[in-house]
Every structure is written in structure tokens, then in C-alpha cells.
């Protein structure tokens, strides 16, 4: 592999809290280390389209507490046929951008995968999503943050609660991955949680309510994954109000606000953390891996591993806890 | 009208930040001015309930900064009976109480007055609500934390909007009323307001949303009042893609949330200004009155007049503003 | 007067939270109405050095949330000299303005007034500062947010208070007033409160301490104005400590924390309005006046006046409060 | 050993966010596993002064999301005699305790281990302190709140020292750990940090100083921990502000409202967790041990191993990134 001296720096896919840290980790380490550093902006697309900007220190100046990531982000077929990938291909060499570090989710990763088979480019993944659904890492880049914001909000839906008696139905983000539900639901001290892993039907969440309101609990919050499959909290409100007809019932869809917000502290050290390593690897000759962080240590792990890789990150102790300590 | 020797404090209707530290000022101020001072629980239901409780300076201990109302609130129809008042009156005399302040909106008025025509004991309103749509006030408790709440929703949106070129739809509290919306969009930069008290069509959005378009705007959030004609975020999210295929649309219903929280500065010295107010009214042989904000001056309210009165409280600025800002 | 054509905004002083969004709104404003819009960077210092930018809508993009001013501000001793005066003119002259909005405290104001006195150029001045000791408006841009801050820092320090048994100074911001102190002391529902208005002496503090203690307080929080003439927060802890053995005693600065943070929805609202309607003064002729708000109205007042005139903005019924309600 | 049928959690030392959320699950998970509970008020004090109350599901509603912890703390000098350990254990007998729960430091722990040398008593320690100092768990309780915290101090701090060119020292908590301070300075963007762990001059801090200020930075934050060897933030400002007049230095002391707050998601999950493994180890016939999180799993340490354990918690590259991102 010859030496490395120019690096290029996308985000792709959903953003996340903490990819703003991991740009400034990649574009500060790289100049560091002598590199010259890129931006891709809009992912993949930017790719094609040679929306490249070249970046310096002060190209990061102030962005570690910024929500959201300044290089955006989009969606791209075009980078999945043959002739997309070669437009992009040209568009590095044309900029002489010797290596990648790409930031997102799965479809990121299965993207470096495929351009890195294909072309002889050294690239590094890491972690970018808000759902924590990535094999590799305890954690992903922006799981804390979209955390602590839905447990905000059930703390303010918990005040109004317990001024009335009433049971509320918090919707929050997780097509596929409870693990913010589950997370969020234990963290708020909801009374029940409704996840894609787990096929909680009707008639048990209500006699989890019923049990609740045997002991006198006059309020209740339900947290309910959108793909949960009893198909998101409206219609789950709506069935357990037609036969449990004791509380009134009212729903909150958080929707994309759990992707905003400025990066919690967790957040923007591990994108910190990710984003130093990514170049490290870089120079130290390592090609297709992705970043994760094991324990309290930044580890690599092997892209296609990463990629066929499954991690039930919905930990029995917390799956235990969720009904007994509701 | 025979000396007070004893007053009674309630909260009534939906329950809003600044309640609590109305409730500590009534509870303090009174027992200051050597009154005895009880809590009403769950409102007028309460009162017909005999749910009544003494109360002294360390009941309301580290209240001030807890949303909701300790005192919590109930809607309650027996209220509006004779039978149901009667009970009421019956319960105050029981405990020997000899003066009220009910904390809450327009029904809480309502219920004062009509007590206080058939009954011979002082009340005072204080107008509580997150809507600010009350007669007498420029302010009403709970209006800037719920406003507060919502433009930190709206930033949050905003981050993960920039992002990408999507556009977000927010629903808010404010079925007759626009304040929350009006404020909320201003103060969060929206792209366009959806009010109750103005028929904006599904047209005149898109023709506000693609002047934005061809101004580059690549991402947009448009705050729809729950009590908009159009029904709701959901519609206008359905309506706009309908039409509009350019971007990508999401939705996020607020609900509740913009109920709770610690309430702001704001509303803890507004409820301490207003309940410190209340007491001295009554004990100055004050009856039949609402407290309110004026400017920086605390004022009283005949009670009728405030049931009766209407403040539009959209103010023209702001109605400019939200067009020519955005 | 002439026709206006292109007007300049600028902050000076202390910065303060809803600086932002009144720039924004002197920009979006003046472009909607037909103007140029020019924003000059650092204040007085920026005139005499010709540190001057057009701006456009898109200059003012996404700062609405922003603490502190994107165009800067610094302190400028240059300006009150004749040659810079004269210097700062021409700039203005060269760049084509023909008035200006200057957003800040006192010494803002003062250098307005002699600037236009001296110069035949329209000004008017938005009141800007954390402090609120301004005449003419019942609040400045910022003291909202800071007031804010300031009581989610004394909740924090009650939470550790509960748990232990210990007083806590907190030194706030207000060398000459006692706003911040005053209010941020009764929202955060402080033991007692050292105004630079009010004389409170060692003694009478130990006395207020020592008959909480009696009522069983097993801890407390003392607000220090910065101003108090005792010397700060480490000299009343110290000296405290050195009479009443009871208690530990701990001790906080804010400093300068207290000046940012995203703009509260009340400091977006009013830096919009103010913004708004010092360029529409300014259309309609309006010249040497500050913008103010008064109740929930916008109003305008002589730049003279507004330099004399004195208002004590520690409402009495908030003295009153601040004993009764502790 | 015999059977466990009545267990006691106590908190002790400095409180921490997160203590309640752990208190909340010792108690539900004993009674959800047949036992009885009591909780110990003010820690190693109130086991010699019989403080103990029986608790149930009720006694730990809504207080996970509280700071500070709702069984207080108390520093115990008694407790380090014989006669005080007797007393707490004649206590303990006397409330048919059997087995005992300590959440705090180093100095908890120690009263744990020289308690059950003493007496045949199990006891589970768990690690709650914000400092992040103790051996056998990657995180201690409240450490995140903590970090959290104060990097929402050093982002509003940012704001006004990007208006002003300025230099800002904020002391932090860390009297022997540098912890909060590392992981703050990094993830706030510190221009410099001051650890305990660590001798940095003066003299190197102004070369650092002066080298921002070389690549035109006309600002910068310096993270000074309370255990810096130069005697705490006033004193560095002094003396940088001796030699390096280009900037204004301004002083900000946090103090105690870092143990404060709502504790964060982390930490909320944390305690949970915690809590729900002490009672389930103590359960099994676990005994002198502390809990732990080690990555994602919860284990067990003896405790004098814990005790006498040193975990450097500075990791390597994290000190490589504070210099190298600033």
C-alpha cells in the first residue's frame, strides 16, 4: 500500500449527534500527523457530484457542541450501480484523496465495503446512528444523546402525569432496534415498553396496566418503539382505550427531534475518540475496518464482520429490569 | 365581610408550570400574615370530595422548581350542580374555610364565580394555563416554560433539518388559541405558522414553501396549532406531499410535554408575584377578582369582566414579523 | 432628513443572549422594506477600523439560537476621541450608511448619542444587556436568559444542598444592579439574597441564617450580587463561616457562564421585535430614540431621556416577596 | 450464612446524580425477590443514631429522575471508633437487618470493609461518586451527569468569549482526580487543561496559550481541576495574567452545582443497573464485594481489591487527543 497523504472525511445516512466531533477528531488529527484532510459533503452523493471541499483546523472551529454534522447528509442510489461508484472513484483521485473515513450506519458501511472491493482505497467505518444497531461497538455515535432527550421529555410528560390521571403513550425512534426504547423506557421509569424484538400483544400491555393500577398508580407512561408491531403508539392508544376505559389516553410522536440536539458529553468524546483512531488506523496501514469502542478501549474490527455481525445490545439485566422495576 | 382567618388554595383544569410556586406563595404569604392555609386536592372535585389538607411553610419545601401541581387537578362536572356546590360549601365550612384562590383557566373562573354568587366567600382566580388566552393578563402561568419547551423542540428539529432537505412538521398545544404557536414559531425561526385563529390553506403553505425553495431553502419546519382548521400535523404533512414532492416529510406531535418541565424563571416569579398578590387581595377585602400581569405591575381583575373579556393576544408585530422574519 | 438607503447594525459592551436574533431581525427587516444592510464587527471598534460586511437574509441564517453576537463586540476607547469619532464617520460614509442600529448598555447609548450629535446621522439604540438596568424598556435583551441560567445552576446546587447539611454562596452578576440577584434569588427560592442596592450587613445575613436554622433549615443558599458591598461571594462565605460554626460552606462563581446559552423564547421574541421595530423607525423618520418594551407593547424613547433617566426595577412586591416567601 | 430476609441501602460521602436511581431499584428488586428493605438516613450516622425507616414501592416513586439522594448523606467520624461501629450494628440487629447495601466513595467502601470484618454482616459496595475515581468499574455514579454538566458551563462560557476576546478559567471538580476535568476539557473544547495527575507549569500553560493565540485564536477556555498544583483557577489567571497581557482573564468556579442535576440516561441506567445487581448478588450469598460496569457487563470485586486497586482512568489517548484536537 503506498503512503497515504491526502484523507477524505463524509457522514452518510441519518445523522446523528456526534458526528460534528468525529469530523473535527478527523480533520485535526490528520493535519497533525502532516495529512491533508477533505470534507465530502452530502455523503456518497457528494461523492459523485465532487462536492469536495478541502478542510483546515479552523474548518472546525466550534462545531464539537453542534447538533446534526456541517458535511450533511443524503440518500444515494446512484453509488449503488457500477457507474455511480466510478464517478466517485474518479472524483477522490481527481482531489487525490488517498484514503476514506466514513461516519453512519449499516448502508454507510455496506457502501465503503463494496467501493473498497472494487477500488484500491484504504477506508475505515465508524459508528454514526442514533438506534446503537451496529455490531463492533458497545456504543454508536448519538445513542446517548437521542437518550437523554426522549427521558427529557418523559420527565415533562411524568410532571403532567402525576397531575392528573391520565396514561400516555410516548412514540420514540427504532424501526428495527429497541435499544433506545428500551434504554429511554427504564431510564423515565415508564410502566411499560412496547419493542420490534419483542411481541408484546395488546392484551398483555394491559394487564401490565391493569396490575399498575391495582396498586394505585393513578398514571401511567408507555413507551412504544415506532416498530413496535401493533403499528405505533396512535394505535396503540386507540386499542387499549377501547378496552381499558379508566384513564384517559393522549400521545406524544417525538419523531426527529430524538436526532437533535447538541451532543452530550458521552457523545462527543467517543466521536472524539473515533474519529483519532479512524486516522490512526489510517496510517498505521489499517484497510477496511471499522472503529467501535469495548469496555473503556477504542477496538477495529474487520468490515465485513462488522457488516454479517449481530450484537443483542437489549442486555438481559436491563430486559429483567424493565418489568421489576417499573 | 367578617374578618379571614383561614383561606384555601386549589388548582384547577390543566395543570401548567408555575402552579407550584403560585401554591408555595399562597401557602407562605398567608401564614406570614398569620392566616391558616389549606390545600385543596384534585380541584372542585376535591372540594365535594373533602380531599383538604392543612397546610404549613415546609408542605410547600422545594416545590418551586417542580412542574405540574402538588395539589394536582381533575375535571369535575358534579361542580356544576347545586347538589355538587352545595357539598362544596358544606366541606370549606367543615374545615373552616373562609376564603378560596383557584389556580387555572377560563373553567376555573367560571366555577368561582358561580360559587361565589350562590355562596358568601371571597375568591381569587389566578389565571394558570399554558394557552394565554385569559382576559386580564398579559401573561399567564405556564406560557413561556410550554414556549420555552417547544423552541427547544424546534432547534432540536432544525439540527437534523439541516442536515438534510426535509420538512418537519411540528404539532403544538392550542386548540382555540395561537399564542404558543405564533411565539414558538417566531422564536424557533419556522418556516410557517399554522393558527387557529387564521385560515391558512394548504395552498397558501406551498406557495409559502416554495418562495422558500426558490430561495435555496433546502429544509423547512412549519408549526401547526393543534386547533388549525386544516386538522392537525398529520393532514398538512399528507396534504403538502401530496403536492409538494420535493422534499421529505416528517411529522413530530409534541402532546403533553409542553406541560411539564421546571418552570422558567418567568413563571416561578410570575406564580410567586400572583399568589403573594391573591392573599394580600383578600386580606385588603378583595372578592370576586382575577390577578394579572400589566407591564411589570400585578392588577386586579373583576372576575366577570375577565370571563367575559377577550384579548387578542396575537399581537400585530408578531403576526408581521412571522412572515417577513422567516 | 434624507432618504434612507442602506443601514448598519452593531452590538457593543458586555454581549448578551438575544443579541442574535435582534441582528437577524434588523437584517431580514431592512432587506424586506428595500434597504442595504451592512453589519459592522466589533462594535465602535469596528467602525473606526472600517471592519464593515454586507449582509444579505442568508447572513443571518440559522442564528436565532445562537448566545453571544455574530458580529462581536469589544470595548473602544478610541471612539470617544474627536479623530475617532471623525475616523468611524468617514467609514460609515465610505460604505455608504446612512443610519444606524446599535444594540447594547450604557456606554452603547452614550456613544450613539454623541456620534449623532456630532454627525448628521439617524441612530437608534435596542437595549442589550444582561443586567436590565436600563431606562425605557421593563426588560433588555438577555436578562431573561441569563436569569434562567442562573436558577438551573441553584437548582443543581439544592439538589446536593437536600443531601447535606450546608450553605451555599452563589455569586451572581451585577456590579451596580441587584436584578439578576433579585429575581434569580426568589425563583431559585434562596435563603437570602446581598443586593449592591441594599446595605445587607454580615450580621443581618447571620440573623436571617440563624432563624432558618431555628425552623429546622438544614441548609440554604445565599445569592451574592457581585456588587454587594461585602466583596463577593468568598468574602461572605469567610466571614460567615468565621461566626455561625453551624453549617459548611461552600461557594460558587458563575462569572461569565451567565452571558450565554441559547436565547430563551422571551429573548428571541423580544431581540425580534426590537430589531423589527428599530428598522421601521428609522423608515418612518425616527432618529436619537431607543426601543423599549413597555407591558407587552414596543415603544420608543428619547436617547436622552433613556441616558438620565433611572428605574428601580427591584420591584417592591419582589423585595417584599423575597423575605416572606424564603 | 443464613438466610436473607430484610436488607438496608444507605448513601454516603459526597451525593451524587444517580444515587436515587440505585436506591429506587435496591428497593424493588428486594421486595420483587420476597425481602424486606430499610433505608438508612444520612449514611454511617444515622446506623448509630437508629435513622432507619422501613421502605416500600411507593417510598422510591418518582424519584429517578431526581438529583442528590432522598436517604442524604453525612460525613461520620464516629463510625471510625469501635463503640460507633457497635452502636450501628446493635442498630442494624435491632431493625432485623441482615444485610446492607453502601452507595458512595472510597471512604463508604472502607467503613463497608472494616464493618464486615468486625461483624458477620454481608455487605455490597456501589461506586457513586462524580469524581470517577475508584477501582473495579469503568464509571462511577454520576460521573456523566457530572462531565455533562460542566460541559454545558464551558458551551455557554463559549458563546461570550467568541464575542470577546477573552480567556476564561473554569475550575472543575477532582481534588486528586483529574477525571471530570480531562473528559470536560476534551469534550468542551478546552484550549488547555490543568490536572492533578499532572505538572504543568505556568510556563507550559502559556505556551500553549501563546501558540493559540500565534494561530489567530482571540480566545480560549483553560479546565482548571480544583487539585491543580497551582493552587486553583483565581491563582492561574493571576499569574498567566501576569505575564501574557494580550487577553482579559475572567474566572468562573462551578463548585458544587456539578453534583447536581437530573441524573443523565447514563447514569439513570447505571444506578439501575447497579442497584439490581447488588440485591441479586447479596441474594446469591455474594458478599464483601463492590458492583461494577466493565463495557457493557455489570461484575463483581472483592472489595478489598477495590480498595486497594488504583485504575489510571486518564486513558492514554485521551490525554494524546486533549492536546492534539485543542
Known amino acids: 500500500m503506498s503512503k497515504i497523504n491526502k484523507i477524505a472525511v463524509f457522514t452518510s445516512g441519518g445523522d446523528a449527534p456526534g458526528m460534528n466531533p468525529c469530523i473535527r477528531a478527523v480533520v485535526r488529527t490528520g493535519i497533525y ?22 478542510m483546515d483546523n479552523h ?6 457542541q453542534l447538533g446534526g454534522t456541517i458535511l450533511k447528509t443524503a440518500r444515494c442510489l446512484e453509488f449503488k450501480t457500477p457507474e455511480g461508484m466510478q464517478k466517485a472513484y474518479d472524483n477522490l483521485k481527481k482531489n487525490k484523496i488517498d484514503a476514506l473515513v466514513g461516519i453512519g450506519g449499516d448502508g454507510t458501511f455496506t457502501g465503503l465495503e463494496r467501493f473498497s472491493s472494487k477500488f484500491d482505497i ?36 411524568r410532571d403532567t402525569a402525576e397531575s ?22 427504564i431510564a423515565g421509569g415508564a410502566e411499560a415498553i412496547m419493542l420490534p424484538e419483542k411481541d408484546t400483544s395488546i392484551k398483555d400491555l394491559i394487564a401490565t396496566l391493569a396490575a399498575g393500577a391495582a396498586k394505585n398508580k393513578t398514571s401511567g407512561i408507555v413507551i412504544v418503539a415506532e416498530g413496535d408491531k401493533n403499528g405505533g403508539a396512535f394505535n396503540v392508544a386507540k386499542r387499549v382505550k377501547e378496552v381499558f376505559n379508566f384513564y384517559d389516553t393522549k400521545v406524544t410522536i417525538l419523531g426527529h427531534l430524538q436526532r437533535g440536539g447538541s451532543p452530550s458529553s458521552f457523545d462527543r468524546i467517543l466521536g472524539s475518540r473515533m474519529g483519532f483512531a479512524a486516522v490512526k488506523a489510517l496510517i498505521a496501514g489499517e ?40
Chains 1, 2, 3, 4 share one sequence.
Open 164 to 185: 392528573h390521571a391520565r396514561l400516555f403513550f410516548v412514540e420514540v425512534m427504532g424501526r428495527d432496534a429497541g435499544c433506545i426504547a428500551l434504554r429511554a423506557g
Open 287 to 326: 484497510h477496511r475496518k471499522t472503529v467501535g469502542l469495548r469496555g473503556n478501549e477504542i477496538v477495529l474490527t474487520d468490515i465485513v464482520e462488522a457488516l454479517n455481525g449481530h450484537e443483542f445490545k437489549l442486555e438481559d439485566d436491563l430486559m429483567e429490569m424493565s418489568t421489576i422495576l417499573a
Open 59 to 64: 474548518s472546525v472551529s466550534n462545531i464539537l
Open 122 to 157: 484504504p477506508v475505515i467505518g465508524v459508528p454514526g446512528t442514533i438506534d446503537n444497531d451496529l455490531y463492533g461497538s458497545d456504543y454508536t455515535l448519538g445513542f446517548d444523546t437521542a437518550t437523554n432527550t426522549v427521558i427529557e421529555a418523559i420527565d415533562k410528560i
Open 33 to 54: 500527523y502532516g495529512l491533508k484532510v477533505a470534507g465530502i459533503r452530502q455523503g456518497y452523493q457528494g461523492m459523485i457530484e465532487n462536492n469536495i471541499v478541502d
